[in-house]
T-cell receptor, first 111, second 114 residues
């Protein structure tokens, strides 16, 4: 019973490099979310999706892109990484009115 | 705009003591309210939630929270803390407009002394 799985769990990038974080959920949830967690700031919503083929901006979308080509997957991309994007990234999924289920996080360091 | 304030960054209690973690929110109407817990290196786990009805909500692990509309608060309580409760606790408010978008507070880190 995997729930929400994020890959990779750790990554170190140089400024200007690109990368993609993959989130997969096996609960047939409609909604998926990407959050970033920074010390003293809690979790902030980057982008979210309300169904396959849809995406929308959250609180802090700049510098990130997302895609939801399949219902079970939600990808977060950094086209040109910056040190300010050093963070822990969490993916979550839910049904409308239901609780959010979180992955274990992906720690990204940008040098 | 919605916001959530957790006034206490760190709290230390002795094992067996009671606990109250504070949460205040700003929202135009009655929101959905949540408390999540995060153990080190882990994702977030839902402790409890308030959608409507009884303002005292029971959750997992012996936690409860009370919604007080007049104070815009949703404080988390536990009568007797266990060492395993040491973690970071997040209060969150959800938009009744849909999509379950949550706004999180900055978190309260709980330490438990034996």
């Amino acid at each position: 019973n995997a729930g929400v799985t994020q890959t990779p769990k750790f990554r170190v990038l140089k400024t200007g490099q690109s990368m993609t974080l993959l989130c997969a959920q096996d609960m047939n949830h409609e909604y998926m979310y990407w959050y970033r967690q920074d010390p003293g700031m809690g979790l902030r919503l980057i982008h979210y999706s309300v169904g396959e083929g849809t995406t929308a901006k959250g609180e802090v979308p700049d510098g990130y892109n997302v895609s939801r080509l399949k219902k079970q997957n939600f990808l977060l991309g950094l086209e040109s990484a910056a040190p300010s994007q050093t963070s822990v990234y969490f993916c979550a999924s839910s049904q409308l009115g239901g609780e959010l289920f979180f992955g274990e996080g992906s720690r990204l360091t940008v040098l | 705009a919605q916001s959530v304030t957790q006034p206490d960054i760190h709290i230390t209690v002795s094992e067996g003591a009671s606990l109250e973690l504070r949460c205040n929110y700003s929202y135009g109407a009655t929101p959905y309210l949540f408390w999540y817990v995060q153990s080190p290196g882990q994702g977030l786990q839902l402790l409890l939630k308030y959608f409507s009805g009884d303002t005292l909500v029971q959750g997992i692990k012996g936690f409860e929270a009370e919604f007080k509309r007049s104070q815009s608060s949703f404080n988390l309580r536990k009568p007797s803390v266990h060492w395993s409760d040491a973690a970071e606790y997040f209060c969150a408010v959800g938009d009744r407009g849909g999509y379950n978008k949550l706004i999180f507070g900055a978190g309260t880190r709980l330490a438990v002394h034996p």
